[in-house]
């Protein structure tokens, strides 16, 4: 099921790629094969190879639990949540929150957590900021 | 003799203090990373780039600094093969099979110095066959046009696609969605935007380096948090070692072995889309086909251990002639390398060995020497590296997530970049849940607008004739191995895959 799935949004995906190539504004000045050409060949690849799976599916893939998809879903949040609040924040704390919230879902006792989170964002610090010289985000504190 | 030649003033390049330096770094880093399990070549090397990248380091330092990180995780991948059964990374898959046998006979120690050994003569020989063939494969692609280049690019990803997935329309998809990503962007031809949507980001196109970090990196943290397994592998385990170095008689008795799977191995990797993984396999059936007579294989022989371990490090250096000498990467941890030649604003191909043979000899040199560092590291200090195996990932994992996304800000500073790392990572996870192969993706992205543009240069050349494109033998050639590459493995893949499978059946650890 799952194959037929994907097959059928590989195909829609295929469909809208289409759309948007051939709404594509080609320019009056233009080689023999122009701008949509390519990207029309690479749709029907895209297209064919989808129907492919959906007809002639894999045997199904073990999907986990909805609680583990939920624990994805989270870690995506905080991932998602960490990009916007970085340069808010700052390069230090963000990251502590960031690493301590993995190391406690990948099954970390609280205390440990902490500790991972804390010493990957300090030590990630000092190592590429302040030895390697790479410029992190900066928050109101300079750190 | 002008090989030779060559190949002195890439030691001159090699041999300074930050060179040396580097290699070290990048040997000791990619022997841990191969040992540790979730953490492979390709996105060990992936997470270094940014590194790399924002060090300031030239071409010629960077490069010996990654393949440095590749050669050594095809040392590292094999210590937690013998002592744990595990496969650091995949293509150790196959050492697991004598290897941790012999560790269960209290031959932990010899077992992995005899690998570290195999190991050294494969990525040997492999140099010296990357230093003798790739010349000769650049003189051939002297004589590509634009119609060659395109069909070049078509075989890579119909072979890729016949050895990389078990599903040729999966690897088909997968080519074609990098290759579609690859067009995002302003069109380098005509100047207008496609498929950019009134993004402002997206007009210089997505950058393949985001897409690998994301894909390779990342999607794995989801799989370890999809499975919550943080412990450590070792964790309750013995890991005696014992004896460090191998006797004499087994080194004698294996070397024969070693001999034939490093060329085995080698022509493995030179085979576009081939790689390491199949050259291990290929160098271990073979073996055991050959010399195995009392069926001793798979109960902790030694040529066992050999020869998966010669072949895949042979592999590996093989890999690295098409990268180089066509600009056409083999496997997926030489297509993270020509990312970053790319980054580099270095094209690899035939004009790479003319325009900058210090970077091509450097290179070289520098395997020689990042090969010799790595014997020992690898035979003495392999106590070191056991200890490695002991960290656990709900450690490890938030460690390599914030490398990435650290390596990603460091490069452009914008958040944007950092969200559409973090879409890729989960498209990872769904593609990989999926059985869809990863490296087509990537070398889509990485190759998409090159293919694109030799396409159109080649038609409009020929006023718009589309026939151009199979209208010189060399093409028709080309052509003709791509779709035989592709509808091979349709017919005997499948035996070849079976076996791999069954092998992996009977190991029941393995396979998680």
């Known amino acids: 099921m799952s194959d037929r799935i994907f097959g059928v949004v590989g195909m829609l995906l295929a469909l809208g790629y289409v759309l948007a190539a051939l709404a594509i504004e080609e320019s009056f000045l233009s080689d023999a094969v122009g701008p949509k050409a390519f990207p029309l060949i690479i749709a029907a690849i895209l297209g064919l190879s989808s129907a492919v799976i959906a007809f002639r599916p894999d045997p199904e893939p073990k999907w986990p639990a909805l609680g583990r998809l939920v624990e994805i879903g989270a870690a995506i949040v905080v991932m998602i949540l960490y990009a916007e609040l970085l340069p808010v924040a700052g390069f230090v704390i963000a990251t502590a929150f960031a690493a301590a919230y993995l190391a406690w879902r990948l099954g970390s006792a609280l205390l440990e957590a902490v500790f991972v989170g804390i010493g990957t964002s300090i030590g990630i610090y000092v190592i590429f900021h302040l030895v390697l010289g790479l410029s992190l985000a900066r928050g109101p504190w300079g750190f | ?170 690897s088909a998809f997968a080519a074609a969605l990098g290759l579609g990503l690859a067009t995002i962007g302003v069109d380098t031809q005509t100047g207008v935007p496609r498929f950019t949507f009134g993004e402002v980001h997206l007009y210089d196109g997505l950058d393949f380096l985001v897409a690998i970090v994301g894909l390779f990196a990342l999607s794995e943290v989801f799989i370890f948090l999809e499975h919550r397994h943080g412990g450590s592998d070792a964790e309750g385990r013995k890991m005696e070692i014992g004896k460090l170095y191998p006797p004499i008689s087994m080194l004698k008795q294996c070397m024969p072995t070693m001999l034939r799977t490093s060329f085995l191995g080698f022509l493995a990797g030179v085979l576009p889309g081939a790689g390491a993984s199949l050259g291990s396999f290929i160098s271990y059936s073979m073996e055991k086909r050959l010399v195995d007579k009392k069926g001793t294989f798979g109960t902790g022989d030694p040529r066992g251990v050999a020869a998966p371990e010669a072949g895949n490090n042979a592999a590996a250096g093989g890999a690295l002639v098409p990268m180089l000498a066509l600009g056409v990467p083999g496997s997926g941890t030489t297509a993270v390398l020509l990312a970053v030649l790319l980054a580099l604003n270095i094209t690899p191909g035939p004009l790479l060995f003319t325009q900058n043979p210090d970077v091509v000899w450097g290179l070289i040199a520098a395997l020689f020497i990042a090969n010799f560092m790595l ?138």
């Open chain 2, 1 to 170: 003799m002008e090989t030779l030649a060559n190949l002195g003033d890439g030691f001159a390049i090699a041999l300074t203090w930050q060179n040396l330096l580097l290699a070290l770094l990048g040997c000791f880093l990619g022997t841990i990373m191969g040992a540790l399990p979730g953490l492979g070549p390709s996105n060990g090397v992936a997470i270094l780039i940014p590194l790399a990248f924002t060090l300031g380091l030239g071409a010629t330092p960077s490069l010996i600094l990654l393949t440095s990180v590749y050669y050594g995780a095809m040392y590292g991948g094999r210590i937690s093969s013998i002592l744990l059964n595990i496969p650091g990374d995949e293509p150790a898959m196959m050492t697991c099979l004598d290897g941790h046998p012999m560790a269960k006979k209290g031959m932990a120690g010899e077992a992995l110095s005899l690998s570290g050994v195999a190991s050294f003569v494969g990525a040997f020989f492999a140099t010296w066959g990357l230093i003798l063939l790739a010349p000769q494969l650049v003189k051939i692609a002297l004589l590509f046009g634009p119609a060659e280049y395109f069909a070049l690019f078509a075989l890579a990803f119909m072979t890729l696609g016949g050895v990389s997935s078990t599903n040729q329309a999966k």
């Open chain 2, 375 to 512: 014997l020992a590291m690898n035979i003495p200090m392999v106590g070191l590296f056991t200890r490695v195996l002991m960290i656990p990932s709900r450690v490890l994992m938030p460690i390599v997530a914030m490398v990435s996304f650290v390596g990603i800000y460091g490069i452009s500073g914008s958040t944007f970049d950092l969200l559409v790392m973090i879409g890729f990572g989960v498209m990872g996870w769904v593609l990989r849940k999926l059985d869809v192969p990863l490296v087509p993706i990537i070398l889509g992205t990485l190759l998409g607008n090159a293919m694109e543009n030799n396409l159109r240069r080649a038609v409009t050349i020929d006023n718009g004739n589309w026939l151009t494109l199979i209208d010189s033998p060399l093409a028709i050639t080309l052509w003709a191995i791509a779709i035989i590459g592709f509808i091979l493995p349709l017919v005997i893949g499948a035996r070849v895959k079976s076996g791999m499978h069954v092998r992996r059946d009977e190991e029941g650890s393995i396979s998680d």
